[in-house]
């Protein structure tokens, strides 16, 4: 693999969109902070500001994110900032943009275009790109969704060849930016304390939940196209997946870990609709911008399983949904009971022990074990060894800060390859248009009720709620 360029300017479209405020300013203050953004940004946007009006808005967004705001990092950044204003329809937009980068870089210089705008403009923008040679001596990197099912990935990879190799296309999931998900790769491949147990002779089953307790609020339009299959499910949580069940890379290389997960996906089944449980909560249909009678669900759970040594037999459930009790992200590694029960819990059963990821609300991983009460003839109870990221690195990093340090390096550390984008889809595929009507759930609540008894007679794992 080539060895990628490290970008000389940042061109960064949709800047003054709802990602860019909520994540990727926040994300460029720290890595201003950090001393690793050092280049221009030229944001692109369909607006009526300027640059120092830009500039204006951008404080307050990273204000609003960042608690230990310092002036003298903000200067930094915003000495940087510039933006060239248009419609991504009109050729003019990028003549402009053309001059800016050449203005910014002396002339030359390495860009990596960075996409946060509706996938419908991706193509569009690139063909702009390659008309003005802006895709020469440059990366393109573009957010999720890839596509919205495995023939439209692979007609948009055509489209966007077209105009950047592959070698130069950044795929986006957030997730892979994760501290937790670096966390959980540590705890897998540095540990020989866990690597003997992680396969099918001693774990019984692997939890993943991606929990939110807030609706779609004012995204009906959005999120009534997508879904939450779509939305989390196909991307995220099965990057996540992969990570937990994947073979161990032969190297630190990044192709090394793509090409596992690649394989770990080869192996893994279709979703069966028979297995999944699809759901909607009440109230849903009354959000502006959902359409009458629409069938798009709000909670989605399956068991996933992957016909390989390590794990056959072993079911891999998945649980996502919006308007739920509580919002958590983690992962609940259950390991099998000894085959006799010395230490009983309090219900007269062996308390499995559980290794525990946690993402959302804390970066954190915890191991439950069982101990012994002192007191003769009380039970036995599982008791947490928790680390928390927060407490051992001091602060824990956005998950853009690495998607963005990325798209300036060249990394693919943080991105996700085609093959492993095309498989994704492949697994979800004989779910993803589910024309039955998804089931009714109350919010606040833990989902549809048929989807309690999808992990077996002990039900889901309790998560960790959000401290509120």
Known sequence: MKTPKRADVLALFGITGDLAQKMIFPALYRLTERGILDVPVVGA???????????????GWIQAAVPDFDERVYARLAKNLTLVTGDFQDAATFSRLRDRLREATGGGGFVSHYLAVPPSLFTRVAEALAAEDLNRNARLV???????????????????????????????????????????????????LLAPLWNRDHIANVQIDL???????????????????KDVVQNHMLQVFMFLAMEPPASPAPEAEQEEKHRVLQATRPMDPAETVRGQYRGYLDVDGVKPGSSTETYFATRVWVDNWRWQGVPFLLRSGKALTTTSTEVVVELRTPPVTLYPDREG??????????????????????????ENGQP????????????????????????????????????????????????????????????????????PEAAAALPGPDGWHDVTPRRR
């Open 380 to 447: 036995s109870e599982p008791v947490p060894l928790r680390v928390d990221f927060a407490d051992v690195y001091g602060r824990v990093e956005m998950p853009y800060e690495n998607i963005i340090e990325g798209a300036i390096t060249g990394d693919p550390t943080y991105f996700a390859s085609l093959p492993v984008v095309e498989e994704c889809w492949r697994i979800v595929e004989p779910v993803l248009n589910g024309t039955d009507a998804p089931l009714p759930y109350e919010p606040g609540s833990w989902g």
């Open 349 to 374: 059963r062996p308390a499995p022990n559980l290794i525990r990821f946690h993402m959302v609300p804390e970066a954190a991983m915890t191991v439950e074990m069982v101990v012994k009460q002192p």
């Open 142 to 192: 573009v957010e999720k969704p890839f596509g919205h099912d495995l023939a439209s990935a692979d007609a948009l990879n055509r489209e966007l060849s077209r105009f950047f190799d592959d070698d130069h296309l950044l795929r986006v999931d957030h997730f892979l930016g994760d501290v937790a998900v670096e966390g959980m790769k540590a705890a897998r491949f540095a540990n020989e």
């Open 211 to 229: 929990l939110e307790d807030f609706d779609v609020a004012d995204r009906g339009s959005f999120y009534d196209a997508v879904g939450c299959l």
């Open 45 to 59: 946007a369909y607006s009526d500001w300027d640059d120092q009006a830009l500039r204006t808005h951008a404080r």
